[in-house]
């Protein structure tokens, strides 16, 4: 499959007007859901929220990250797209507790840097090869006890229909059915199914996500469930293969 990271494909689409919520109400429900799933899981890390640093890698709008860097050390945000940094810049730029770095940035930080790195919802629109690529560029920045959280990996059995029915209930729970409606009509003519149909969206089994982690020298256990609101997809959580995992904190 094609990475789709050329001008016509992912990348291009990101660096668009995309969105992928039906509706502000949507979008800021999603970004709350994440937020409480981050915190949750950097929470379980076994040591002090307060000295946790945490880089949130393809964050997108990332609408709650004031919350998380409420409550963390400190959070880095970065995401490939020029449109989504100028929105970062604008949200949270005159924040300390925030940085917000572009993918060069984030290349030249120091080994060991993070506690906690977050890939959400990120790798279905990057090729295997890329993702190869970017998951071994980021093990480097794991501190040899922190961990790498993939999220929203989407299984090759997954379809779409699923994810429809996911929306739905996901709508129904946050009180934007209609809106949910609407745009599921919407989104059948958009740009995102016709890159969907042309371009796919890259999928890992649970044997070939561990093997793409291993690929990075990283050991990928399942999370028993995705973070966001789709139970369907996959989410991992990576340590170092030769790292100090049960290290105390
Ligand atoms: C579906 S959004 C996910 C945003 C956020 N992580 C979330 O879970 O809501 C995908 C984001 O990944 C970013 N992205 C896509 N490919 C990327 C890459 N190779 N490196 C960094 N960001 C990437 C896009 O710009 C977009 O903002």
């Not at 998380?68 to 810049?89: E, F, N």
């Not at 379809?159 to 929306?167: I, M, P």
């Not at 969907?196 to 996500?209: M, Q």
């Amino acid at each position: 499959m094609s990475s789709g990271n050329g001008t016509t494909g992912w990348r291009a689409y990101w660096e668009g007007d995309a969105s992928v919520y039906v509706n502000t109400r949507h979008k800021i429900a999603h970004y709350q859901h994440l937020a409480d799933d981050l915190l949750r899981v950097a929470a379980g890390l076994g040591r002090p929220l307060g000295r946790i640093d945490m880089l949130d890698f393809g964050c997108g709008e990332a609408l709650s990250a004031d919350r998380i860097a409420a409550r963390i050390h400190h959070l880095t945000l970065s995401d490939t797209s020029q449109r989504v940094q100028d929105g970062l810049a604008r949200r949270f730029g005159d924040r300390k507790d925030v940085s917000i770095l572009d993918a060069e940035a984030v290349a030249a930080l120091p080994d060991a840097a993070f506690d906690l790195i977050v890939v959400n919802s990120v790798l279905q629109y990057v090729s295997p090869d890329a993702a190869t690529e970017l998951i071994r560029s980021l093990a480097r920045l794991v501190k040899p006890d922190g961990r790498m959280l993939v999220g929203d990996v989407l299984p090759p059995e997954l379809g779409a229909l699923t994810d429809v029915r996911e929306l739905l209930a996901f709508a129904v729970r946050e009180r934007f059915l209609v809106a949910a409606l609407a745009g599921l009509v919407r989104t059948a003519a958009s740009d995102y199914s016709r890159l969907r149909a042309r371009v796919g969206l890259t999928r890992y089994s649970v044997v070939a996500f561990k093997r793409l982690a291993r690929s990075a020298d990283l050991v990928a256990e399942p999370l028993q469930r995705n973070i966001g609101h789709n139970p369907h997809r996959l989410a991992f959580l990576l340590s170092r293969a030769n790292g100090d995992r049960d290290a105390p904190p």
